[in-house]
């Protein structure tokens, strides 16, 4: 029997031994899902840590509230302007595409390993759905940024084909245990889900804006235990309206990211934590719950469908489902060969585990070992090939501001920051006082070749200078267009 003590030593020590090793990743390129994962297989029964863990309810539900929380904190910091021109590709890509993936891995195991068409359906769709967050780490600790639309894309549609490869899943599952109404009966649901989602995540949305910005609360800390007590709601309301969860949460987490709130900044820091928090969580749990010699028995064939999967099921997916669309070649091609699997897939492997199919242990090894080849075959040369593919431009660290202005309810002023580019004769060279567009605003501090001055009339402005501008806020678009980028 366990004390409470000895659990927080257990779970503090995992958490902790996780973040510290996080370090491995910067220097190596090692994807970092891999790393927590190894923790947890480590730690778990066949593992030195000895910690026996083999509740799929548990793990289930640990994997829930953890992407509820990721796909709030992914919705806010995902910016309308950039999803808007790639909304219907990207929509077309998290649908369509999902259910391509699903039916080229069904059809392809089915023929090559002689399981039931219907399992094998099931297994891919469990594996469909894609992680951005994963293909992002990569690219943020190799410092490269990637060029068009494809970082749009590759954002919102993993916020975005979770809610399907969720219904595939389970739609897989009722037609296996045969508790299905037919073919018209999934399409009823499908539309019923998936628009009860996006009607529930727009209004909740808006609700949590105006519910902020009109609380006036007494304690500044409220407002982040607000938002995240109001995520979870947002959940457990849109799936007790038969409607899906996670696309309501990512789409809330939108609409706040898309409107003035009072201490966004606060509230999308507190999120940003919080969800990784979850995925740290999220991967150890699903590290301890697997048994590394049942993952070796089905490695081979693991292996073939990981492949199939990587080479030709999710190129078959994205290629299709963005036919129609006006994206140049070179970005469908990126786009084909970067869709990591992440945590989704391995929480979905464990829904046929709780509905008892028979093969379900199968499947969750299987789905297991997918992920980590694709982690490390879709990962590792992820650099190489954006370089390839001539995708990657040159990395641009992002400007920390050193002071942090908060937004007060009926607040006119704004703060921000805005670089300065080579194309603008008016701003390059020039004194601030001299600059019109500044005028009526504060420059609150420069930030050059990573020093911070705090900037008088007579500073003259260099290419590449970093600015902390207070202003109000009906400025904030004509002060905007000076300049080369805006956070």
Known sequence: ?????????????????????AKLSNN??????????AVGMLAGSEGPGGIHFNSHEIAQSIGIISLIFILFSGGLETKWAEVRPILWPTISLSTFGVFLTTLAVGVFVHFIFGISFKVSLLLGAVVSSTDAAAVFSILNTRKLRLRGSARPM???????????????TVAMIGIITGESHGFWSLCFDFVLEMGVGLLAGVFMGRLLVFLLNRSNFPIDGFYTVFALAFSVFIYAL????????????????????????????AIVRFFDGIAWLSQIGMFLTLGLLVFPSELLENIWGAIVIALFLILVARPIGVFASLLFFKIRFKEISFISLVGLRGAVPIILATFPMIAGIREASWIFNVVFFIVISSALLQGWPLPILAKWLHMDKPYKKKFTSPIEFSDYENSNMQMFNLSIGDHNPYIVKKPIVEIPILKGSLVVTVCRDGKYFVPSGGTILEVGDELQILAERRNAEKLAAFFEDTD
């Open 154 to 168: 590759l954002e919102f549609e993993s916020g975005t084909n979770d809610p399907m490869a969720v219904f595939l």
């Open 1 to 21: 029997m366990y004390h409470l003590e000895t659990w927080l030593l257990s779970i503090s020590a995992l958490i902790t031994f996780s973040i510290l090793i």
């Open 238 to 265: 849109t799936v007790s309206l038969h409607g899906s969860g996670f696309l309501s949460v990512y789409v809330a987490g939108l609409i706040v990211n898309h409107y003035e709130v009072v201490h966004k900044k």
């Open 28 to 37: 190596t390129g090692l994807p970092i899902l891999i790393l927590f994962l």
